[in-house]
């Protein structure tokens, strides 16, 4: 490709904007004009040579009453066509009328074009540009014969001679376009646009490893994020290098952004790839592709974004546990194995690339994905997150992954890392992952571009694909067993302590139910016995306490207050615990053990009017924790072993290394701190995190003593008599 060629005709249709469209539009909206008419302009011009041939044969087909226009490819010689007598020339013939011939232009196109003519919202400027009757002029810039958007030599006015303009180098004039929009809207790049350089790191290391086995043959590369299409058209032009052009590639992608979806489409359509390969919609909840698997893989997913507006075709019931009808129900398959927290999908992305991996071909896939930190550890055992996590480390097909500088994206600074994952791992990587630290490699920009202050450089790029192709343990290499990433989570269980007293003061409560005590409490304080006798009558008062105090209480629990049936219950448990109290004594048991089986022998001996549950709320009233009390038995085994009550309250867990048995560790961690602790084995989960930071962290011991001393003894002596000269000022 002529870069320096290229570059010139991106700066005059980079000048277009500025002289025409300053002062009718915004500059972040020029990006709407520009980038449709420049498409329109390449397609415009391929279509010029064969257009009286298109219209003899558009004659022939009304004639004969054929709607069907898809013959016209056969004259093209392309997958598109127009119907209409105008070209971009031809239009400049009626000045008059060029807004309306405009229009019947674009209606021309086939529908393939008419598509991203729509997502571009490209009807929708029309009207602006011709009440600011810009129309002409910019149909005039565009058509100039300074400007050579076709595939073959012409002369300017002053004839010299252009080059013809190849697919590829419309493709590179294209999407260095959309480079400097992006980079003029760095609000907006981070959403639509991956800096160029981890684009090629990404390519690197996809096609690097494996570009002795990549034979004759055609091959599929997929990005479900694809924005603009730029990793699509990076990896194949980097692929088609490395092998030496001996394989063809394929591109496919989805994209759910309309505008970036028809930049990406044109970007396909100008440089001969096939358009329809480019899906329009969410890749969460519509699959472009469902029955495709891929063999290269890349992609920029959104992280840190919401997935809900996919949840109802990937999930029902999400998070409910238990079973039935109204238990969580994954329904989309590509993501049985977990889902994350619905505030970031990103790892609904990457089981999307893992889903579609070839797993019947000697290549196999490979896929390189880029995602920020939560994607490495956030989420707890057994969770959406780490059970992804899991399901690519188990089965071994996490590769590498690389720490990228911060800062290097256009709008934000926080941490980025490079996935690299592969099912077929040569076999010195096998039960192996690699972290790569590329945090210090980087060249600082002279301006920055929104929150990008660094690039990576060639020389970078070269060395981290050295690092990884060398898999050698270095400053900023390091190898791991697969295992070492993962952990059991174990449940700590204490034992609950109780001591238990009977008091007036302890049962007093009982009189008022728990959910309505203070509703029920300023009633009795107010009006005494009558709620049990009169509560008919007060219950206006009672409402108009509700009223001005704005309790709002459900109907129930309303009706349960103004119910006198309701309060003598209460008082009737009262009652009959004060009774009990006198049968039972008021000293204090800390062994509960003993003391329930008294409570229930004495109540069935007496035979007193409480079922099961008053029981349970007489023993919640007069019972405490007390860490001196006897642990409470929950059972005894048959094999004569105790169970023990646990105290939810000092329940605690612990991560256990995979590579360390659980009891080992349990004895060491815990047994001798808390000799009364058990491990709950029914609740224990594996889960995997990957902790960079941990990894690669240098410890920088503290100063000495010695050192600060002497440093506070020097400032000392340089501000020596400096407060005594600012008093006397």
């Known amino acids: 490709m002529d870069h320096k060629v290229h570059n010139q005709i991106v700066s005059l249709i980079w000048g277009i904007a500025d002289d025409v469209l300053r002062d009718v539009f915004v500059r972040g909206k020029y990006r709407d004009i520009i980038l449709p008419f420049t498409v329109l302009r390449r397609l415009d011009a391929l279509l010029v040579p064969t257009k009286e041939k298109v219209l003899d044969a558009v004659d022939f087909m009304e004639k004969q009453n054929i709607d069907d226009r898809s013959a016209l490819k056969a004259i093209t010689g392309y997958p598109f066509w127009n119907t209409s007598r105008f070209t971009f020339e031809s239009l400049l013939n009626d000045a008059d009328n060029i807004d309306s011939n405009l229009e019947v232009y674009l209606d021309g196109y086939s529908p393939n074009v008419q598509e991203i003519i729509s997502k571009f919202k490209l009807r929708n400027q029309l009207e602006t540009m011709k009440e600011n009757e810009i129309t002409y002029l910019l149909i005039e810039k565009f058509a100039s014969s300074d400007i050579n958007l076709s595939p073959n030599e012409v002369f300017t006015g002053k004839g010299e001679k252009l080059p013809k303009l190849t697919n590829l180098g419309m493709g590179y004039v294209f999407e260095e376009l959309i480079r400097k929009f992006n980079e003029e809207n760095n609000e907006e790049a981070g959403e639509h646009f991956t800096p160029r350089e981890i684009i090629k790191l990404m390519t690197h290391m996809l096609f690097e490893p494996v570009k002795d086995k990549i034979t004759k043959g055609t091959y599929l590369i997929y990005d479900p994020a694809c924005g603009s299409g730029g990793m699509l058209t990076e990896a194949e032009q980097f692929a088609q290098k490395v092998t030496e052009h001996k394989a063809s590639f394929l591109l496919y992608g989805q994209e759910v952004n309309p505008e970036t979806f028809a930049i990406c489409t044109s970007d396909m359509l100008i440089k001969g790839e096939k358009p329809e390969n480019i899906a329009f919609g969410s890749t969460l909840s519509k699959d472009g592709f469902p029955n495709l698997n891929f063999d290269f893989m890349l992609s920029n997913p959104p992280y840190g974004k919401t997935w809900k507006l996919d949840e109802g075709a990937i999930v029902d019931n999400r998070g409910k546990r238990g079973t039935g009808e109204k238990a969580e129900n994954i329904k989309d398959p590509r993501f049985q194995v977990g889902l994350p927290t619905i505030s970031d999908g990103q790892l609904l992305f990457l089981m999307n690339m893992v889903s579609k991996m070839k797993h019947n071909t000697e290549l196999g896939s490979r896929i390189a994905t880029v995602h920020n930190g939560s994607a490495l550890f956030t989420g707890d055992a057994g969770g959406g997150e ?23 994206f256009y709008n934000t600074g926080i941490p980025t890392y490079v996935w690299i994952v592969s099912n077929r791992k040569p076999e010195h990587r096998k039960g192996k992952v690699q972290l790569i630290n590329a945090l210090e490699l980087y060249e600082k920009l002279r301006k920055n571009l929104g929150d990008k202050n660094c690039k990576l450089t060639d020389r970078h790029i070269d060395q981290i694909t050295q690092l990884y192709l060398d898999f050698k343990p270095t400053d900023i290499s390091k190898i791991f ?249």
């Open 386 to 408: 780490s059970e992804i996590r899991r399901h690519i480390i188990e089965n071994d097909w996490l590769e590498c992954i690389i720490a990228l500088p911060k800062n290097i």
């Open 481 to 729: 067993d697969n295992e070492y990433f993962g952990y059991n989570k174990i449940t700590v269980e204490r034992p609950l302590r109780l001591s238990a007293k009977f008091s007036e003061e302890a049962l007093s409560p009982l009189r008022f139910d728990k959910k309505l005590e203070a509703e029920m409490a300023w009633a009795f304080d107010k009006f005494g016995d009558q709620v049990y006798t009169n509560l008919k009558d007060l219950k206006p008062e009672i409402e108009k306490y509700l009223a001005k105090n704005e309790i709002k209480l459900k109907a129930a629990d309303k009706k349960n207050l103004l119910s006198q049936a309701f309060w003598k219950t209460q008082l009737d448990l009262l009652n009959e615990a004060t009774r009990l109290m006198k049968l039972m004594g008021e000293e204090q048991h800390d062994d509960f053990n003993k003391f329930s089986e008294l409570f229930a022998s004495i109540i069935k001996k007496n035979e007193l009017n409480l079922d099961a549950k008053a029981q349970k709320t007489i023993l919640n009233a007069i019972t405490w924790k007390n860490e001196e009390a006897e642990p409470v038995i929950k059972k005894i085994e048959k094999d004569g072993s105790t169970t023990y009550e646990a105290d939810s309250e000092l329940r605690d867990t612990e991560n256990v290394p995979l590579s360390e048995d659980i009891q080992t560790y349990f004895e060491r961690e815990v047994l001798q701190h808390v000799p009364d602790a058990w491990i709950d084995h029914s609740k224990t989960v594996k889960g995997y995190e990957i902790s960079f930071t941990r990894y690669f962290y240098n410890y920088v011991p503290p100063r000495s003593i010695e050192e600060i001393a002497a440093e506070i003894l020097q400032l000392e002596k340089e501000t020596d008599g400096i407060l005594e000269e600012i008093i006397k000022d």
